[in-house]
């Protein structure tokens, strides 16, 4: 079992930034942040494996940086340049096996935070 803790919501000016932080009991293959903004399907965000490698969604690539702590076994989203559109719940999640942002292949999830963006 991994269990895994989000924090660092909250609620900013578009424009803004925000770090999220996961508190994770063991990193896993791929650790991914994911989000889901209201009426929405839960999409993919952002996705790190052990290694060091990321992948990112379009519509965060160049604002976006997911990074992990190994020593403190804390996963991170840097967000800047906020918009309105981000707003949603974020959620960070693991994968035994190879990166990528299809949701449905994590095998375990935290219970989310939410980053509220305003106009």
């Known amino acids: 079992q991994v269990q895994l803790v989000e924090s660092g919501g909250g609620s900013v000016e578009a424009g803004g930034s925000l770090r999220l932080s996961c508190a994770v009991s063991?990193?896993?293959?791929?650790m991914g942040w994911f989000r889901q903004r209201p009426g929405q399907e839960r999409e993919g965000v952002a996705a790190i494996s052990s290694g060091g490698s990321t992948w990112y969604a379009d519509f965060v690539r160049g604002r976006f940086t997911i990074s992990k702590d190994n020593a403190e076994n804390t996963l991170y989203l840097q967000m800047n340049n906020l918009k309105p559109e981000d707003t949603a719940m974020y959620y960070c999640a693991a994968r035994l096996k190879r990166c990528d942002l299809t949701d449905q292949l994590y095998n375990y999830w935290g219970q989310g935070t939410q980053v509220t963006v305003s106009s």
């Open positions: 063991k990193f896993t293959y791929c």
